[in-house]
């Protein structure tokens, strides 16, 4: 793990988005800092994108923090969160970190499912959990899960992709009656096929019809 950035000023209103370098988590990241919103954003190794959303969040007028951590790794990513946060929480966490590995099920190897499920679901508990005190304590918050409407619907060729955004719509219901009563709204965002690097390699003949 290493910090583009130390934090020396958090600003009350802080938006984190973990995988927020590229596609929609940059994209979300840009738009929240138009809303008057300083960033930390995460990603797991690429720190040029990282800079390249500093330079246009800065242009902004907000302040921009650089957080490079494996989701996976637990320990190094509760302490990443804690070495940055302190006793501290982000006004809003947003989970945007995910891969896919398509195959069809009956192809399907043990690391293309172990792979997504463990990213996607297991991920989101290892970001959140080391902040979900604090948040609670402040009483106030708001937690923002990027899932997929291949969680809703199902799509061939992706059973390990539906079925861990699947997952994430039900931990965000459950999560949401946990702590909905403390101030804390938490929500889930399916969205389609968005163009973005993880799905530049499906063919556009095959997505419209979805659409």
């Known amino acids: 793990m290493r910090m583009l950035m130390n934090n020396e000023n958090l600003k009350v209103k802080t938006a984190l988005i973990i995988g927020g370098s590229r596609g929609i988590g940059r994209k979300i990241a840009l738009r929240l800092a138009a809303d008057g919103y300083d960033i930390v954003a995460s990603c797991r190794k690429d720190i040029a994108a990282l800079k390249s959303l500093e330079g246009d969040v800065r242009n902004s007028g907000r302040n921009f923090n650089g957080l490079i951590f494996d989701v996976l790794d637990r320990k190094a990513t509760a302490d990443a969160l ?18 896919a590995r398509d195959n069809l099920m009956v192809f399907m190897t043990p690391a293309e499912w172990d792979d997504v ?38 799509q061939p060729g992706q059973v390990n992709y539906s079925a861990s955004k699947a997952a994430l719509i039900g931990a965000v219901k459950a999560l949401a009656k946990e702590i909905g009563k403390k101030g804390i709204l938490v929500n889930a965002v399916a969205p389609g096929f968005i163009e973005t690097d993880m799905t530049a390699g499906i063919p556009r003949d095959r997505v419209l019809p979805l659409i």
Not at 82 to 99: K, Q
């Open 117 to 154: 499920v463990h990213t996607n679901l297991d991920g989101f508990y290892n970001t959140i959990h080391p902040l979900l005190f604090q948040m609670i304590s402040r009483k106030s918050g708001r937690i923002i899960v990027i899932t997929s409407a291949s969680g809703q619907v199902g």
């Open 82 to 99: 804690a070495g940055f946060f302190g006793e501290n929480a982000p006004d809003i966490f947003i989970y945007n970190a995910g891969i």
